[in-house]
C-alpha cells in the first residue's frame, strides 16, 4: 500500500446526532459516539445501516490534516475510519482508512491490530491485490493466506459469489441466475451454529433437503475474512448444501440483513417471503 499520508479527518462538522455536535468533542469522545451508534443499529435493515453510519461518520469527521494530532486521536481516527467501509463500498471511506494508516505507520506506531483491521477491510472490499500486497509486506504475523482467484469475466446484470475450489485451494467469481424459477437465498455461515442446526434439520429430511439442493443458494456474508479451510471443510460435510460467499452485498438489494440464518424465497426473480432463523 503505498499512500502518501497527506490528510483525512477530523472536526466536528454538525450537531444532529446526540452527543455528537459538540465542536469541542474530543477524538475519543467521537468514536465513542459512532462506536455506540453502529451498536444501537444492530436489528436494523442493512441498507439504515449504511446510511445511518456513513452519514453519522460524515458528521463527526471532515477531511483534514492528520500529521497534527497526537498519537492516540491518530488510532482513535483510525479505529472510526475502519466501521465504516465495512457496511460501504465507498472508495472515500476505504481511503480515509488507509490514509491514518499510512500515517500511523510513517509515525513507526502501527499495531498488529490495525495491520489486521486493513487486511480485513481489503478482503471484504476484494481488493486482493492490495491484501496480498500488505501480506507481502507483513508475511509473519499471522494474516489470512488467501486463496488465488482464478481469472473470470465478471457477469453483467446478476449477483455474484465467490466459489472456492476443493481441489486446487483457489476461488473463482461466478454469476446466479435468480430470474426464473423458485429460488431460496440462504444467508449463513459455517461459524454460526444456527445455520449448522438448520442445515441438519433439512438434512434429517430426505425429501426437504433434495427440494433445497434443488432450489437453495447458501451464501456466507462479505465478511473481512474469506474461511477457506472451514468453508471448504463445512462443503465436505454438507454436499447438498455448499456455502459460497457473497462478492458485493450491493448485489444483492432484496438482503436486508446479512444476520444468519436467513432465508428469502424468491420466484421469478421476486421475494415473496423472508423467514429469520
Not at 449504511?50 to 491518530?74: K, P
Not at 475510519?81 to 471511506?93: C, G, H, I, Q, V
Not at 435468480?178 to 441438519?200: E, K
Amino acid at each position: 500500500i503505498r499512500i502518501a499520508a497527506t490528510g483525512l479527518l477530523l472536526v466536528v462538522a454538525s450537531a444532529n446526532l446526540p452527543a455528537m455536535g459538540r465542536l469541542e468533542a474530543t477524538m475519543e469522545e467521537r468514536f465513542d459516539s459512532i462506536s455506540a451508534l453502529v451498536e444501537s443499529t444492530r436489528g436494523l435493515t442493512y441498507g439504515q445501516r449504511v446510511s445511518i453510519v456513513t452519514d453519522a461518520y460524515d458528521q463527526l469527521f471532515v477531511r483534514g490534516v492528520l500529521a497534527t494530532l497526537s498519537d492516540e486521536d491518530l488510532r482513535f481516527v483510525f479505529r472510526a475510519a475502519r466501521m465504516t467501509p465495512l457496511y460501504s463500498r465507498d472508495e472515500k471511506y476505504q481511503l480515509d482508512m488507509e490514509r491514518a494508516f499510512a500515517e500511523l505507520k510513517s509515525r513507526g506506531i502501527t499495531r498488529k491490530s490495525q495491520v489486521f483491521d486493513l487486511y480485513g477491510m481489503f478482503v471484504a472490499t476484494r481488493r486482493f491485490d492490495d491484501a496480498a500486497r500488505l501480506l507481502e509486506d507483513n508475511p509473519s504475523i499471522g494474516l489470512e493466506v488467501l486463496p488465488m482467484l482464478e481469472p473470470s469475466p465478471a457477469p453483467e446484470g446478476q449477483p455474484t459469489v465467490l466459489s472456492l475450489k476443493m481441489d486446487s485451494r483457489s476461488m473463482q467469481r461466478t454469476g446466479v441466475v435468480l430470474s426464473t424459477g423458485p429460488r431460496v437465498i440462504v444467508v449463513g455461515h459455517p461459524n454460526c451454529h444456527f445455520s449448522a442446526n438448520s442445515v441438519a434439520d433439512l438434512e434429517d429430511d430426505d425429501g426437504l433437503i433434495r427440494s433445497f439442493s434443488e432450489h437453495a443458494i447458501w451464501i456466507a456474508p462479505p465478511d473481512p475474512t474469506i474461511g477457506y479451510d472451514l468453508i471448504v471443510n463445512w462443503n465436505k460435510h454438507h454436499p447438498d448444501a455448499p456455502v459460497v460467499i457473497a462478492y458485493d452485498a450491493r448485489e444483492w438489494p432484496f438482503v436486508d440483513t446479512w444476520e444468519t440464518p436467513t432465508f428469502y424465497f424468491l420466484l421469478d426473480g421476486k421475494l415473496k417471503a423472508k423467514v429469520v432463523g
